[in-house]
């Protein structure tokens, strides 16, 4: 299922109609609420109707739409607003859009090293695993000026769709050692491409331009594991 806020990542607020309902639950036929995955952190959402609000605790997928659970048993029908946190969202679009940047130096620097894990973090922070025998720490921690030498160059951020049999037969496009992106209903799958640095497979959301965010610094580089390294990354102020 193609996200709304996968094609619209600045829509904030949304009026939509609910299909269905249950206590804690509701059934919406659009959202803009991204549901959290591939390391990123589920928005922070709310859901308002005639005389009543509600906070959103997860995002479900419905062959019919998206379920959303919340901290009220009411039973809501009609038009509901639903209302992303804008601050938080734009956090997440900026951290993933980093962790692309250090992914794609890695890639290119290390041979070719393959992602083993990813995760946002709602304090700032972020850190990737990378499958890397022998990789070198002093190399490593000075990740932070390819990546801020990226933020300056104000690379463009678009994604487009491309048919999961094609991106998987291009090296690079699917990063991670375990997974790969999803294939979608209509056989395609999402491309993230920072244009003139890099491109993969992805379903997240991101900022427009490697511009929008802020310097960073490399704060820990950890052996996690035999071949395991994992990189921490936080704004440099």
Request: one cysteine or more; a negative charge.
């Amino acid at each position: 299922m193609r996200l709304l806020c996968q094609d619209e990542p600045d829509l904030f607020e949304l009026e939509t109609r609910v299909l269905d309902a249950r206590p804690g639950g509701v059934l919406l036929t659009r959202s803009p609420v991204f549901p959290g995955g591939g390391g990123q952190l589920p928005d922070r959402a709310s859901i308002a109707w005639a005389d009543g609000e509600a906070s959103v605790r997860a995002v479900h997928f419905d062959e019919r739409g998206l379920w959303h659970d919340i901290d009220s048993d009411r039973e809501i029908s009609g038009v509901v607003r639903v209302t992303v946190d804008s601050a938080f969202r734009r956090l997440m679009c900026e951290l993933h859009t980093l962790a692309h940047i250090a992914n794609s130096i890695v890639f290119q620097d290390f041979g070719g090293a393959l992602l083993t894990g990813a995760q946002l973090s709602a304090d700032g922070t972020f850190r990737v695993d990378f499958d890397l025998p022998g990789g070198d720490a002093d190399r490593l921690r000075a990740l932070h000026d390819p990546i801020n030498d990226a933020i300056r160059q104000n690379f463009t951020v678009r994604t487009f769709q491309m048919p999961w049999d094609e991106a998987d037969a291009v090296p690079g496009l699917f990063r991670s050692k375990a997974v790969s992106p999803p294939r979608q209903a209509d056989g395609n799958v999402r491309i993230v491409e920072i244009v003139g640095l890099d491109r993969q497979g992805c379903g997240g959301t991101h900022l427009r331009s490697t511009g929008e965010a802020r310097p960073v610094r490399i704060l820990k580089v950890d052996n996690k594991g035999r071949q395991n390294r994992r990189i921490k990354v936080g704004f440099a102020d």
